[in-house]
């Protein structure tokens, strides 16, 4: 069985924090944490990793927008999805400029969080996957610019199949041991 993903709930209304985590609760996917300031959360978020935070926009002392800025500056990996009572292009340039992943407008249908919610997970995972992925080429690679030349490759060839092809470190090996054999293989 697989770890829950690691969800935090920011908002400064209990009975909303608490019913979102309730929501989100049913999930035997997610294990859920509750903060009701930003301030609260930054602290959970330095003693402890979460996949995905949930963070309210308006809130007293620390809006959720300079909250996610500072989450930002601890260097960790996460994925945003802000929540708000403001449905305009103004929120969505917001929270797009402090590194949300999406937004949610309440009041919303359990059925929309829990989307937002796994596709923010499942981003957080392909970001993973890609941070691995580099990491190991880089200690594959002999040199920066074949490291490089290899991603470029990469790129290119994905771009090709149609997107991103996030793969696990089996596969990237198998596609190595391919490019060794015969240099042109990513351009077919």
């Known amino acids: 069985m697989t770890q829950p993903s690691k969800i935090l709930v920011v908002d400064d209304e209990p009975d909303v924090a608490n019913e979102i985590a309730r929501i989100i609760?049913?999930?035997?996917?997610?294990?859920?944490?509750?903060?009701?300031?930003?301030?609260?959360?930054?602290?959970?978020?330095?003693?402890?990793?979460?996949?995905?935070?949930?963070?309210?926009?308006?809130?007293p002392q620390k809006s959720g927008i300079e909250t996610l800025k500072e989450m930002r500056g601890?260097?960790?990996?996460?994925?945003?999805?802000?929540?708000?009572a403001l449905d305009d292009a103004r929120t969505a340039w917001e929270v797009s400029q402090v590194g949300a992943f999406d937004y949610i407008t309440?009041?919303?249908?359990?059925?929309?969080?829990?989307?937002?919610?796994?596709?923010?997970?499942?981003?957080?995972?392909?970001?993973e996957q890609y941070r691995d992925i580099r990491n190991f080429l880089k200690m594959k690679s002999e040199n920066p610019e074949e490291y490089q030349k290899i991603l470029d490759e990469w790129a290119e060839y994905s771009s090709k199949k149609g997107g991103p092809l996030l793969l696990g470190l089996e596969e990237i090996r198998f596609v190595l041991q391919q490019r060794q054999l015969d240099p042109e293989w990513f351009k077919k």
Not at 76 to 84: H, L
Not at 106 to 125: G, I
């Open 25 to 59: 609760g049913k999930k035997e996917e997610y294990s859920v944490e509750i903060a009701h300031s930003g301030d609260e959360a930054i602290e959970k978020l330095k003693n402890s990793d979460f996949d995905v935070i949930l963070l309210d926009i308006r809130m």
């Open 106 to 127: 309440k009041p919303f249908k359990n059925e929309d969080l829990l989307l937002r919610l796994k596709m923010a997970v499942e981003r957080k995972k392909e970001s």
């Open 74 to 84: 601890l260097g960790k990996s996460f994925e945003a999805v802000m929540v708000t």
